[in-house]
């Protein structure tokens, strides 16, 4: 849970760096950047403080994406592990599911 909530917080900073720009070139953005994450326990961490005696060890600099879903930048949606296309780059995945992804994404033979 701790290194998916580290993780988390790195993607917010990486998506509020991109809202940034793309609100430099095309002008304000005012609704929230979608951040999918198949860790229920890091995105109910990220949401509130619930769980503090057991998470206090947590640097607070990692606690930055409380802060932007507060301020409504980013917003958290929970994405099934089995539907989470990002896991092509990440992990060695079976062929079919391989496949799978890479169709999602648009990478198939034409």
């Not at 849970?1 to 760096?17: G, N």
Request: charged fraction near 25%; charge should be positive.
């Amino acid at each position: 849970m701790e290194a998916e909530y580290i993780a988390l917080t790195h993607a917010a900073k990486e998506a509020i760096w991109f809202r940034n720009l793309l609100s430099e070139l095309f002008g304000p953005i005012t609704k929230p950047i979608i951040l999918n994450a198949d860790n229920q326990s890091a995105i109910a961490l990220a949401k509130d403080d619930r769980f503090h005696a057991r998470t206090k060890h947590i640097d607070i600099r990692y606690h930055f994406i409380r802060y932007v879903i507060e301020e409504g930048k980013i917003r958290l949606v929970y994405c099934p592990t089995e539907d989470m296309t990002a896991d092509i780059f990440t992990k060695a995945l079976p062929s079919l599911k391989a496949k799978h992804f890479a169709a999602s994404m648009g990478l198939t033979k034409v």
